[in-house]
């Protein structure tokens, strides 16, 4: 397991890059901002190019300890309780996450539950498994910029089958989202 401690930096830097996502999606700048900020972005490219790595040295995404696991893709999970069989956290979806009005891109929701039901099924010594199906009801819109609560846990096993499930509710305690992903393990030698 990769160590958050040892990469402290690089946590802060895809946390910054959250910020610069949230705050561009946000943002109508005069043209001379916008090019300032735009050259500001190609030298981080520059500075960080040279350092390029393998999938199996990759830190984004594998600081596993770091809410949002150091990957800026993902909305991130901030999980106060967990289990083997179980996740409970709070979620703010960024700026970067609308869609429309106020509302959450319907897409960042099954991505923000690949993630988290995804973990979940592979977690408890279970293995990795992959997502065979997501299903995803939007019951009420889901509102960015709010504290949301999130609870999933694994629903059943079945052979090589995991049923994980999960929700989401908004401030005033009404299901905004509910979840399932069947997660099939992987054979050996399997992608
Ligand atoms: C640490 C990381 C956390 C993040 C996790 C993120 C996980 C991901 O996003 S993975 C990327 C997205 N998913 C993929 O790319 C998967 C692509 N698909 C595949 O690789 C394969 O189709 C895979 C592995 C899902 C299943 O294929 P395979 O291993 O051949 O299984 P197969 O033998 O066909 O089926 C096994 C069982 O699952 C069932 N099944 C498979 N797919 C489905 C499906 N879509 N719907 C319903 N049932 C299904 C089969 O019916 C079978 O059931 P039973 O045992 O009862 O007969």
Same mark, same amino acid.
């Given at each position: ?59 984004? !995404?594998? %600081?596993?300890?770091?809410? *949002? ?7 991130? @999970? /901030? &999980? ?37 039901? !995804?973990? %979940?099924?592979?977690?408890? *010594? ?7 199906? @997501? /299903? &995803? ?55």
């Amino acid at each position: 397991m990769k160590s958050a401690a040892e990469h402290r930096e690089f946590v802060d830097l895809v946390e910054a890059l959250r910020a610069a996502q949230d705050t561009i999606t946000g943002a109508s700048p005069p043209e001379d901002v916008a090019r300032k900020a735009r050259e500001g972005l190609e030298e981080v490219t520059r500075l960080l190019a040279p350092f390029t790595v393998s999938e199996a040295e990759q830190l984004a !995404g594998y %600081l596993i300890t770091e809410p *949002g696991h150091a990957q800026a893709l993902a909305p991130v @999970l /901030h &999980v106060d309780e967990s289990s083997t069989e179980h996740v409970r956290g709070r979620l703010v979806l960024g700026r970067y996450y609308l869609g429309g009005n106020g509302a959450a891109h319907g897409g960042s929701i099954p991505l923000f539950f690949d993630d988290v039901l !995804g973990r %979940l099924a592979n977690d408890g *010594g279970r293995g990795t498994s992959r997502t065979a199906y @997501l /299903h &995803v009801n939007y019951r009420k819109i889901t509102p960015v910029g709010q504290e949301l609560r999130v609870e999933a846990h694994v629903d059943r096993v079945e052979g090589r089958k995991r049923f994980v499930v999960g929700t989401i509710h908004d401030p005033e305690g009404d299901l905004t989202v509910d979840a399932e992903g069947l997660f099939v393990a992987l054979r050996p030698g399997q992608p």
